[in-house]
């Protein structure tokens, strides 16, 4: 009796860990999405996002900063006195995007340089103090990890369908200087899909930002609403 009970236990335990597993990653990548949803980190997002290049290295940054703050945080959530907690977050915060910058500065200095002043003001970026505060605080290390991943990666892939798009339409080019990134490997992967008299240069200017920004935003919308008719 006893081993069937322990049996039923683990398979509603494993339910529940699939469960969440699931749900983070439907919220972060789409139901609230950071950058869709909450509409946090729209400076780096409307400023960085003018190539594809740009806005993956950033949109790495930010998944490695969220990661080493969540996993942080919920290591240490037992022990922070809470009186002082916000400001132990912001020092881990800046902590992670000082060593960021340095590897960046150390191994890719024309991405970095590139990236400017958005690099370092990942730390003001207001989706990974909340994220810290609202969930790794008050998680296991495993689900905050993934929590991280879920978050990062849903803010990432809107910032690299935003460069993308913002490139297509300003520069006629997709993955322009991918080698910055990707070494010499990617030097080749620059694809001109439009020539330079048809391209858009407000598309690479913060006005442009906004209105594919607000475009997204209502596709967003119109999926969401499709899927409730389906449903």
Known sequence: ???????????????????????LWRQGLWQDNPALIKLLGLCPLLAVSNTATNALAL???TTLTLLVT????????????????LPIYVLIIASSVTGIELLMQ???????????????????NCLIIGRAEAFASRQRVGVATL??????????WVLI?????REVIGQGTLFNDAQLLL???ASSWSVRLLSAEHTILIALLP?????????????KNIIDKQFQKDD
């Open 70 to 85: 969540n996993v942080s945080v919920s290591l240490l959530r037992n022990y922070l006195i809470h009186a002082i907690r």
């Open 106 to 124: 150390a191994w890719l200095p024309a991405l970095h340089a590139s990236l400017g002043i958005f690099l370092p003001l990942i730390v003001t």
């Open 147 to 156: 929590d991280a991943l879920a978050m990062g990666i849903g803010f990432s």
């Open 59 to 61: 949109g790495i940054a």
């Open 161 to 165: 369908c935003l460069g993308a798009i």
């Open 183 to 185: 070494g010499e490997v």
């Open 207 to 219: 006005p442009g930002a906004f209105l594919i920004l607000g475009l997204l935003l209502a596709l």
């Open 1 to 23: 009796m006893s081993n069937a009970v322990d049996v039923g236990d683990a398979k509603t335990s494993s339910v529940k860990v699939i469960s969440t597993t699931g749900q």
